[in-house]
């Protein structure tokens, strides 16, 4: 079974600049979460989507978006790009169904650099 | 908001020496994660404990969650040099909670 996908795996963007960054969940897994991970906070949560829903919303400014297909294939979207952006975006599947108990399998992350 | 805090940030160990980290939640939690990231690559599911004062051991590896469920612990007998990498918890507060949340990890280094 393949792994979780994610494209691209780097990019470089300026400040202002807006970014979409993508991810091919497990086959058969219908949860996606985003994950910003940075040497000083470690991984915080962004989303997660379920069936085309957004089920929780970490703490982030309205800048960062995301939205799942019914493929369970999600884009993640960050406008008005800033330098503390900069960062490895990984995205995680999951099952989805017991919200208790899912393990999550992270993709290979996107590093996003803002200059 | 639910917070996961975890010692130490960082630790270096001799090999063949153990090693230890400690998860703390400010909330009790239905369950706990432990995910492995090797440098250079992603998360890796190791184990789920959702038990009052269960124990789980993998190997060389054994994981505790405390009998309140807000604490739990990976220790790692005679650490090697595969076991390099950071270590997370991660827990979710309830049973309906889709976030999972993260402590800062421990990063262990294993000196030859």
């Known amino acids: 079974k393949a792994g979780v996908t994610q494209t691209p795996r780097y990019l470089i963007k300026t400040r202002g600049q807006q970014v979409t960054l993508s991810c091919s969940p497990i086959?058969?897994?219908?949860?996606v979460s985003w994950y910003q991970q940075t040497p000083g906070q470690g991984l915080q949560f962004l989303f997660e989507y379920f069936s085309e829903t957004q089920r929780n919303k970490g703490n982030f400014p309205g800048r960062f978006s995301g939205r799942q297909f019914s493929n369970s294939r999600s884009e993640m979207n960050v406008s008005t790009l800033e330098l503390g952006d900069s960062a490895l975006y990984l995205c995680?599947?999951?099952?989805?169904?017991?919200?208790?108990?899912?393990?999550?399998?992270f993709g290979p992350g996107t590093r996003l650099t803002v200059l | 908001g639910q917070q996961v805090m975890q010692i130490p940030q960082y630790q270096h160990v001799q090999e063949g020496e153990d090693f230890t980290t400690y998860c703390n939640s400010s909330?009790?939690?239905?369950?706990i994660q432990w995910y492995k990231q090797r440098p250079g690559g992603h998360p890796v599911f190791l184990i789920q404990?959702?038990?009052?004062?269960e124990v789980k051991k993998q190997k060389r590896l054994t994981f505790q969650f405390g009998e309140a469920k807000k604490n739990s612990s990976l220790h790692i007998t005679a650490t090697q040099t595969t076991d390099v990498g950071t270590y997370f918890c991660?827990?979710?507060?309830?049973?309906?909670?889709?976030?999972?949340?993260f402590g800062k990890g421990t990063k262990l280094s294993v000196i030859p």
């Open positions: 086959s058969g897994h219908r949860s």
């Open positions: 995680a599947s999951s099952m989805g169904q017991g919200a208790g108990s899912d393990t999550q399998y």
């Open positions: 991660a827990g979710r507060s309830g049973a309906g909670s889709y976030q999972l949340t």
């Open positions: 404990l959702v038990k009052s004062g």
């Open positions: 909330t009790t939690l239905s369950n």
